[in-house]
């Protein structure tokens, strides 16, 4: 049986560890087209995530529902939105409509006063863009299979639902609708690990068109953004390491590589409605580094953020432009502020902040990160964000890795790190092999069965810890998703260097969580870890629950009773197994949560648990 926490003293670092959780974060969600400036941002003012509209210099709450909204985008020609929302982190999203004016007025609170689109609870829904002229929602679901993701369209008017395009596979969407409605973009992963084909779909006769074909290479190509209705600009590490900006030419096929990009940092991109202007936006060690242009090229200004930080990611969303590309539009986020909807203006050179996250920091000096590398054991360099305590003694110290394994530690506002630093803990964020942003080959070192490789990263980082002046004897591992894999596995194979873990939503077995995992999300996963039918001894042998026997170190553990990625199971079955060996072990489990803590209340009641568990175990 797992053993729960004691209550909680109410002593100053853990009530500063809330006071940095309640921070609010504000995202970009879509920006209206047309002259008048009206912005959708999502927002967890309230303890989940709700959508707010920033117009005429005013910011306004538009819903206060009982489930975060997923997404939202403007239906243009309306006043109406489409939103996404699960039910208890299922991730069975339906969409809706909302009426804006209405809400604006009152904002939603029920289920029952938006218009459901799609509604049937067994499968979810992504909306995939809205045509151009405001009559048909693509979105893409499994709806068909209850697996393979097909893309649909929705004809707003009436209601007609239509299959255009199964590719047995789970498409993505892309940038949406070409600015004529003639071809809409998705995203189809290819059979390696980050290998994706874009794709244009003819609307009218379901016709596909590759773009940038590559049957014999794994690279992304990314979603178009359309200079106009024959060619658009689009990112790609094909036949490089990092992605370069490109423009492609329906006319003739023909791809011409912009000057200057893709050489050290991968860029993504983003253009004005008429395809005036293209803003580019590297990711430089974490940190973005934005510039405008013209369609040419020939033109370009720097693009000055409040502090360095990240405006791009799954959670912050991507930069927009306004119609006539006068205005930028991003969320900014940095390690010493939360993030917050920014807009740049052209003319005057200038940004202004949107919306006031930032106001809800407490009056507490916030730590700084600073860039380290070191070296791991075949030559590799592993990136590092360290944090530093105020204290003069050599601290404790948590190692943070993120989830993924695509994906990567940003130069962006972390709460937790925050409120570690602020109990007295040094923080180590590493991005370790397999990590995203440090080019193709870097992110590839850790795929099927070279999955111990990235866990042997970790040794350097223990190493890295000590010379920095921590107290590695104190060291401890945190992290969720995949990152909670990283915190088991390196507490079974590494049970001398660690004294304590942190493990959300993780993954204990490789195993049991292919077999379990939703179906739709299994093929998926079997391109990055290994399948079950050709490397399930493999998948065993990494697995940290069979090597539990070597596992000492005292562990907490977060999990969500909904989760559809790393079913609950995967933390029951290792607290079981770590119980009957007397390893100290405690399990908090969320109702209404899936993978990971998406309502303030449970944060507030994990998170500090877990600091006042690291507290007992090491000693602060």
């Not at 707010?52 to 939202?72: K, T, W």
């Not at 874009?198 to 773009?211: C, D, K, N, P, S």
């Not at 370790?432 to 795929?447: P, Q």
């Not at 350097?460 to 810890?465: G, I, K, L, P, W």
Request: proline share 6%.
């Amino acid at each position: 049986m797992a053993v729960m926490s004691p209550p909680l003293p109410d002593h100053s670092p853990l009530e500063l560890f809330r006071a940095l959780l309640r921070t609010r974060s504000a995202v970009l969600a879509d920006v209206a087209k047309g002259e008048e400036e009206r912005v959708l941002l999502r927002s967890d003012a309230g303890g989940t995530m709700q959508l707010f509209e920033y117009g005429r210099g005013e910011l306004a709450a538009l819903s206060d529902l009982p489930e975060p909204v997923a997404s939202a985008r403007y239906v243009p020609g309306s006043d109406r939105i489409v939103v996404a929302l699960d039910r208890g982190g299922d991730e069975r999203h339906q969409l809706y409509l909302l009426d804006r004016a209405k809400a604006a007025a009152a904002p939603c609170t029920s289920l029952g006063e938006l218009d459901a689109l799609t509604g049937d609870p067994r499968y979810a829904h992504q909306d995939a863009g809205i045509s151009p002229d405001g009559r048909v929602l693509a979105y893409v679901s499994n709806r068909a299979s209850g697996v393979h993701f097909d893309v649909w369209l929705c004809d707003l008017e009436q209601r007609e639902h239509r299959l255009v395009y199964g590719a047995e596979s789970w498409c993505h969407p892309a940038s949406g609708f070409s600015p004529d409605g003639r071809y809409l973009s998705v995203a189809v992963p290819g059979n390696d690990p980050l290998d994706v084909e874009l794709v244009l779909i003819e609307v009218a006769t379901g016709r596909v068109r590759a773009i940038a074909a590559h049957p014999d290479e794994a690279a992304l190509v990314g979603p178009p953004a359309w200079l106009d209705a024959d060619r658009f600009v689009f990112s790609s590490n094909l036949g490089r390491d990092f992605a370069a900006l490109c423009v492609y030419d329906l006319r003739d096929d023909s791809i011409v590589t912009f000057e200057g990009t893709g050489i050290d940092a991968d860029a993504e991109v983003a253009t004005s409605d008429d395809g005036s202007v293209i803003v580019c936006i590297e990711n430089r060690n974490g940190a973005s580094a934005l510039s405008l242009h013209d369609e040419k090229w020939t033109a370009a200004a720097a693009v000055p953020l409040a502090d360095r930080g990240a405006v791009s990611s799954y959670q912050l969303g991507t930069p927009q432009l306004s119609s006539g590309g006068e205005r930028l539009y991003y969320s900014l986020s940095s390690p010493t502020l939360p993030p917050d909807v920014w807009c740049f203006e052209r003319t005057s050179g200038k940004a202004r902040r949107l919306s006031d996250a930032a106001a809800s920091l407490p009056d507490h000096s916030l730590a700084s990160a600073e860039e380290a590398s070191v070296e791991s054991f075949d030559g590799e360099r592993i990136a590092l964000f360290v944090f530093r305590p105020e204290r003069s003694d050599p601290a404790p110290v948590v190692v943070l890795i993120h989830g993924g394994p695509e994906s990567q530690s940003l130069q962006s506002f972390n709460p937790v790190i925050q409120g570690l630093v602020a109990a007295g803990y040094g923080v180590v964020v590493p991005n370790v092999r397999g990590s995203t942003g440090y080019g193709k080959r870097f992110a590839a070192l850790d795929d099927t069965r070279r999955r111990l490789d990235s866990v042997r990263d970790l040794e350097a980082v223990h190493r890295f810890c000590a010379s920095a002046g921590f107290d590695a004897d104190r060291a401890a591992l945190w992290g969720g998703s995949y990152g909670g894999y990283m915190v088991l596995a390196g507490l079974a194979f590494q049970p001398e260097r660690w004294a304590a873990g942190v493990d959300i939503v993780g993954i204990s077995d490789l195993v049991t969580f292919l077999e379990r995992t939703s179906d739709y999300r299994r093929a998926h996963r079997e391109r990055e870890y290994g399948s079950l039918a050709h490397d399930r001894d493999f998948l065993a042998s990494a697995s940290p629950l069979r090597h539990v026997e070597h596992m000492v170190a005292p562990l907490f553990v977060i999990h969500g009773r909904n989760d559809p990625r790393v079913p609950l199971s995967e933390a029951e079955q290792l607290v079981a197994a770590l119980a009957a060996r007397q390893v100290p072990c405690e399990l908090a489990i969320y109702d209404d949560e899936g993978h990971g803590l998406a309502r303030l209340a449970n944060r507030l009641d994990a998170y500090p648990r877990a600091v006042a568990f690291l507290d007992r175990v090491l000693g602060s």
